[in-house]
């Protein structure tokens, strides 16, 4: 059954250092998005991607964060320079719809120093 | 803004015992409903959904019916198995239009325990 797979599992980085997160969604889906969870809060959404562009972003998506389908078949996160706040789990999605189901990676476990 | 608001967690219950976990939301839309569960070591996945008021929602033996009057969609099961332990979370996506793509706003999840 095809899935959306999410790596490395976990990263650990020091403050101010950029880190790349990536994400391989399925095949065929054409809708994309990112969403983090702090350690004993809610999943946030982040930013959704459609047709090689951003589409929505919410506030947290601020200019030290971007994204990028570079080559048809991944999807990463990028944050520029990243702050202890930026610890969290990041899960990626996608869908084959806009509205319909959206699929989760394993998520990467982001840990700034 | 949208918002979604669960039950305080973790719950604990007995292998057999009925399971009610409790989700209210706000909208400013006419939302669709979800809840997910998270599996140790695993992404979210789509447990049940609904679209439109009254909707009953059911998987795997659980249920949860999209009460518009209450602006809730509470998660149920009859007999829940050690196999049920998990994180739930509720959520819902008001439908695409205007400033709205398609995203998730979730609730703060919900620990489950089943012990036999």
């Known amino acids: 059954e095809p899935e959306v797979t999410q790596t490395p599992s976990h990263q650990v980085t020091q403050m101010g250092q950029e880190v790349i997160l990536r994400c391989v969604p399925i095949s065929n889906h054409l809708y994309f998005y990112w969403y983090r969870q702090i350690l004993g809060q809610k999943v946030e959404f982040l930013v959704s991607f459609y047709n090689n562009e951003i589409s929505e972003k919410s506030e947290i998506f601020d200019d030290q964060f971007s994204v990028e389908r570079p080559d048809g078949s991944n999807f990463t996160l990028k944050i520029r320079s990243t702050k202890l706040e930026d610890s969290a789990m990041y899960f990626c999605?996608?869908?084959?719809?806009?509205?319909?189901?959206?699929?989760f990676g394993p998520g990467t476990r982001l840990t700034v120093l | 803004g949208d918002s979604v608001t669960q039950m305080e967690g973790p719950v604990t219950l007995s292998e057999e015992a009925f399971l009610t976990i409790n989700c209210t939301y706000t909208?400013?839309?006419?939302?669709?409903l979800f809840w997910y569960v998270q599996y140790p070591g695993e992404g979210l996945q789509l447990l049940l959904k609904?679209?439109?008021?009254?909707d009953k929602g059911s998987n795997k033996g659980f249920e949860a019916t999209y009460r518009k009057e209450t602006t809730s969609f509470h998660l149920e099961k009859g007999s829940v198995q050690v196999s049920d332990s998990a994180v739930y979370f509720c959520?819902?996506?008001?439908?695409?239009?205007?400033?709205?793509?398609?995203?998730?706003?979730f609730g703060q999840g919900t620990i489950l325990t089943v012990h036999p």
């Open positions: 959520a819902l996506s008001v439908p695409a239009g205007g400033t709205s793509y398609g995203k998730l706003t």
């Open positions: 609904a679209t439109k008021a009254d």
């Open positions: 909208a400013t839309g006419y939302p669709s």
């Open positions: 999605a996608s869908s084959l719809r806009l509205n319909g189901e959206q699929f």
